[in-house]
Every structure is written in C-alpha cells, then in structure tokens.
C-alpha cells in the first residue's frame, strides 16, 4: 500500500476519527470538468476512453489538480465487465448504456473467466500507472459493480428501469437468478484482486439499484452476494478496506452492515443521520451524502448542509468520510465544488 495506511481516509476507514473528515466525490472526474470533456472527444467511444490506459489515468487524476482531495477513485465503469462477458454492451446519447438483455444464467458463463480479465486488463494497467503517478503513500480507490446491480444491468438490457424483470425473476425464477449472482460474485471477486494486485489500496462496491426492494429479498439478492464477494475476496488474501453503498437500503442498512463484512457504508442522499447514528454499531464508519443537487445549488444552503451533516456524525463520535450521497452531475458547477473543499479543508 506504499504508505497509504497513514492516510487520513484510509484511517478514518479503519475507525479512527480526526480533525475533520476526509473527502473525496463520487464521480469526481467526469463531464462536469471542462477538462474531462476535451479528453473525453478524443476517443471513439466510452469503452475506448475506459480501455484506454492514458485518458483514463488523465480522467482519474484531473479533479486532483483542481481540488484537495483526500482520495482517487479508478476512472472505468462497473459495466466493463459485462462487456467483458460479450454482453453487446454499447452507449447511446441519451440512452445510457444498452446490452443484449439476458435470457439465461449459462448465458455470462460463455466466456470464460480467464477470457474476461484478458478483456479488462486496460483497467489494471491504469491502477499500476495511477500508483505511479500519484503521490506517495496517496490513496487509490478501486471499484465494481455489487453483483444485484450489475445483475439489473444484464436482465433488463439497459439502467434506469423500475427493475422489473429482474425482480420477477426473484419470484418466479429465483434459481436462475441466484445463479447470475454466484457467477458475478466469482468474476467480480477475480476483478477486485486484480484491482489490488495492482496497486488499489480501497475497494468500493457500488449497489446503486438496491432501492425499492422488500425486505425479504433484499437479504438474498444484496446481502448474501455482498458478503460472499467480501467473503471472497479476504479468502484470497485481500485486506484493503472495502467500502459497500446500497443505494436506497433504508431500515435494512443495519442489516447490511451487520452481515456483509464491510469495513464502511456508504450513504445515499435519503438516509436520515440521526437513524444511521442509532442503528449502526457505535464508531463503525460512514461515508456520504449531501444531495448532488445542493452542489448545483450552491451558496450558503450547500455549506449549511455540509456542516449539518459532519456535526451529526463528529457528535456521535463516527468516523465519517464526507462524500455525496450518489454522484455528481454533470451540471455541477466547478466553482461549487471548489467552495465546499475549502470550507471542509478549514476545517483543520
């Protein structure tokens, strides 16, 4: 980890508090960079741009010239390794990604797991140069897709659906669909090793569908993968702190934390700090979540809210990465971000 253990986000994630709390945003590169633009036309397409070593080191490390980050996060796609899976997966202006949707389990088994890591390999050149460009001992955040996110993702074809389909399957096929889990928990375990092997020095494990589900199925299709890719991936030797964000989890946050092995959770804009604070373990660290939105907004209502926010949880003694609760947009101002890490840096 090259000294990034000393770091204070990778300590906070280990349970220790500090002066302030470290941040980093979700998305912090992207289209709200007029840089990132400009790098962003000179590829072909985004698989290019994601695949491309150069421009997605470029992509990573942009927001860290501007602003005083306290962690990188690897700029790629938690879809990458569908496309690696031959999963037809292209993006449509307007649309979002598109994929050829899913009919079987057996189907993502097409391609070998040797195949699909061969097919990612951009992705760990980018974490062995980004270690090699950042500073010593400067955190690195590698990522994934949770395995009931990227499952939506493969059944329905496409993101930004009511998840229908896959959510009927978990009534009427619940094997099928439990296969699809088993065999994305193998291959996403293979990708985040991969991601450490190359220098990542956190993981994050983005569930951005997990909203909106009841409760009796939320245990097996979020939980139950969750913890056997954690469980995985610390069989296989893996200790890097490994943050989970269930997206929409609500009153069955708890449940998350207490099941899945996570180290932090991240929390989405609709979580409520004083719940979070009385139904987690006391001084298990948390990650989030002001309202992108507020960052569009700006002015006086952004800063109040960020302070209301770190108050919450430094009264409680929690260690506390502030962060978003999803990720930026890209109508964000520049210039909103830049205030809000200098009124977070003041803070000692």
């Known amino acids: 980890m090259a000294g990034a253990e000393n770091s204070l986000f990778i300590k906070t994630l280990k349970g220790e508090r500090s002066h302030r709390p470290p941040v980093w945003l979700m998305r912090q590169a992207g289209r709200y960079l007029p840089e990132y633009r400009e790098i962003r036309a000179t590829a072909k397409d985004f698989l290019d741009f994601c695949y491309t070593p150069s421009l997605s080191v470029e992509a990573t490390l942009q927001p860290l010239r501007r602003y005083p980050f306290d962690a ?11 496309d690696a899976m031959d999963r037809g997966l292209r993006f449509e202006a307007g649309e979002g990604p598109i994929l050829n949707p899913l009919d079987r389990a057996s189907d993502l088994e097409a391609v070998s797991l040797s195949k699909v890591m061969q097919r990612v390999s951009p992705v760990m050149e980018t974490v062995e140069r980004l270690k090699a460009a950042l500073p010593e001992g400067f955190p690195l955040i590698g990522f994934a897709g949770s395995p009931w996110t990227v499952a939506v993702y493969a059944i329905e074809g496409r993101g930004g659906t009511d998840k ?40 994050m494990l983005f569930d951005s569908w997990a909203e909106n589900l009841p409760d009796h199925v939320f245990d097996w299709l979020v939980i139950e993968p969750t913890r056997k890719l954690v469980d995985n991936l610390r069989s296989a030797g893996v200790t890097v702190p490994i943050i989970g964000f269930p997206r929409g989890a609500g009153a ?6 207490a099941q899945t092995g996570v180290n932090a959770v991240g929390l989405d804009t609709g979580q409520v700090p004083s719940f979070v604070n009385t139904s987690l373990p006391k001084g298990f660290p948390v990650q989030g979540h ?3 939105l507020s960052v569009i ?28 609760g999803h990720g930026i947009t890209p109508d964000a101002k520049p210039e909103h971000v830049e205030t809000l890490m200098k009124h977070i840096q003041a803070m000692g």
């Open 290 to 292: 002001l309202d992108p």
């Open 72 to 82: 990188a996060i690897l700029f790629a796609d938690i879809l990458l390794v569908l």
């Open 297 to 324: 907004a700006g002015g006086k209502q952004m800063l109040d809210r960020a302070d209301q926010i770190i108050e919450a949880y430094r009264a409680d003694g929690r260690p506390h990465v502030f962060n978003l």
């Open 252 to 257: 069955k946050l708890a449940d998350y934390v």
């Open 164 to 203: 229908k389909n896959p959510k009927l399957w978990a009534y009427t096929r619940p094997d099928d669909l439990k296969a699809v889990l088993d065999y994305l928990v193998v291959v996403t375990t293979e990708y985040l090793k991969t991601q450490v092997e190359a220098g990542a020095d956190a993981l």
